[in-house]
């Protein structure tokens, strides 16, 4: 091969990184960047790395947070930052409906249960948040009441609901040899991005995130929005309050808590997820296809980190280390993007 071609190659090379930087934005770069080299390690020094059963695996692991990451990730979008409160409503939530399995009311009902709780905690903490509340400690006071609530409702024990029930099929069913929890989330990953890319309410999350002014002067108030992203986020959560109470048939107000997460509390794992994901907690910029990803990285590196023997506290601190990098990266690439302006 000639000098000629191999500059030719060269040239042809960056062009195709460049136009992939500039498509993907240089965030996402380092992201999939990030994620080869973990996947690289993890491949050339676990030896049960690189299998189809430890693939089902970490995404089986990244469904439940990339779920909650899904529904948060609605919240950022529209310029609210974070709801600090996920975990305490999927706490209130696993409550309700273990104690509605437990009177014998079924999965049904049981559910819509949930559910209606968990729209009612998301629209009092939108409805606070759009009408000039700090996203920040109205969150805060809302975990505070809702994890109270679930402590009293429950007397802090233990509820359980006896096997077979109407729930199983969603805890521990599979479908073409996936848990059914992983295609669910596959499920709501897909069509949460279609209704951002596709929809007239997409398109306004993203205007409002990205200038409420705008937004405003368009008649797109940020009360109603507010109310509307907080609701997702609350459905997202009770959602896997019912997952994850139907594979193990009970509930308690710390099963989301770090003491029984061996990677941390929820509520970081979910915020980490958002954060490494690529999405700005500003508003406007970013998707829930990031966070679905956010989720997957997350839980690769997890599983190596297990597969390594690491305990507890390593994994816990790698979790924080992911959101420190993803704060620093985003801010250095918008940082250089302005001095390009």
């Known amino acids: 091969m000639t000098g000629r071609t191999i500059s030719g190659v060269h040239n042809r090379a960056l062009a195709l990184i460049d136009r992939w930087v500039q498509k993907y934005s240089a965030l996402v770069v380092v992201l999939v960047a990030a994620f080869l080299v973990v996947f690289i390690y993890g491949m050339v020094t676990a030896p049960n ?17 990339g779920i909650m990451a899904i529904g948060l990730t ?9 709801l600090l ?29 949930t559910m209606a709780i968990a729209l009612l905690a998301g629209a009092m903490q939108g409805l606070l948040i759009g009408l000039g509340g700090n996203p920040i400690v109205v969150t805060l006071g809302a975990a505070g009441l809702f994890f109270g609530l679930g402590s009293w409702w429950s007397d802090n024990l233990v509820l359980s609901f006896r096997r077979p029930h109407g729930a199983e099929w969603l805890g521990t ?5 996936l848990p059914n929890i992983t ?24 205007l409002i995130g990205a200038n409420r002014a705008a937004g405003k002067a368009t008649g797109h108030e940020n009360l109603s929005m507010a109310i509307k992203v907080c609701i997702i986020a ?9 997952a994850f109470s139907a594979q193990v048939s009970s509930a308690h ?27 700005s907690i500003m508003g406007g910029f970013g998707s829930t296809l990031r966070s ?11 599983n190596m980190m297990v597969l390594h023997g690491f305990n507890s506290g390593p994994r816990v601190l790698a979790v924080g280390l992911m959101i420190v990098f993803s704060i620093i990266v985003f801010a250095l690439l918008r940082r250089g993007s302005r001095a390009l302006e």
């Open 74 to 82: 609605f919240v950022t979008l529209s310029g609210n930052f974070f």
């Open 85 to 113: 409160s996920m975990k305490e409503t999927a706490a209130l939530c696993i409550i309700a409906f273990a104690t509605s399995m437990s009177l014998g009311y079924g999965f049904p009902i049981s559910f819509l249960f």
């Open 292 to 302: 679905s990803l956010g989720a997957i990285f997350i839980s690769t590196v997890d």
């Open 49 to 65: 790395f690189l299998t189809v059963f430890n693939f089902k695996t970490i995404i089986r692991d990244a469904a439940l947070v």
């Open 253 to 279: 107000v710390n099963y989301f808590s770090s003491e029984f997460g061996s990677s941390g509390d929820m509520t970081i794992m979910v915020i980490a997820t958002v954060m490494v994901g690529g999405n």
């Open 173 to 177: 069913g599979s479908l073409f040899g």
């Open 183 to 206: 295609i669910a989330f596959i499920l709501i990953a897909i069509a949460a991005e279609m209704t951002l890319r596709y929809t007239t309410f997409g398109r306004q999350v993203y």
């Open 234 to 242: 609350s459905v997202c959560s009770a959602f896997v309050a019912v």
